[in-house]
């Protein structure tokens, strides 16, 4: 059982990374040079890597790689709204919802049998 859940609870990890590595500049460093900003995000990136690198390997094991991209798609969508809201204070609209729909059916289609 662990076998499944170990990769998304780091593509998780991976994924705070990420979307700090990504946009988290625009709160903490915004007004800083580009420079400062690019090498600030490679540096949290490194840390993601350190997570989904690993995840990737172990998930392989069970899953499919486009089950794996997925719920990586999934669980960056996850991570980001709360980011949007708790961190950079931005309103979650209605567009978020019917995104999550799509996904919903994305995870369907992509896990059903074929």
Sequence with gaps: MLKYVYPIALLFVSNIFMTFAWYG???YIG???LIMAILVSWGVAFFE???QVPANRM???VYTL???KIMQEVITMTIFAGFSVFVMKE???LNYLFAA???VG???FIFRGN
Excluded: D, E, N
């Design 25 to 27: 500049h625009l709160k």
């Design 31 to 33: 007004t800083k040079p």
């Design 49 to 51: 890597y350190c997570f």
């Design 59 to 61: 998930g392989r094991l």
């Design 66 to 68: 486009p089950q794996l």
């Design 91 to 93: 309103k979650l609209s």
């Design 101 to 103: 729909l799509c996904m």
């Design 106 to 108: 994305a995870v369907f």
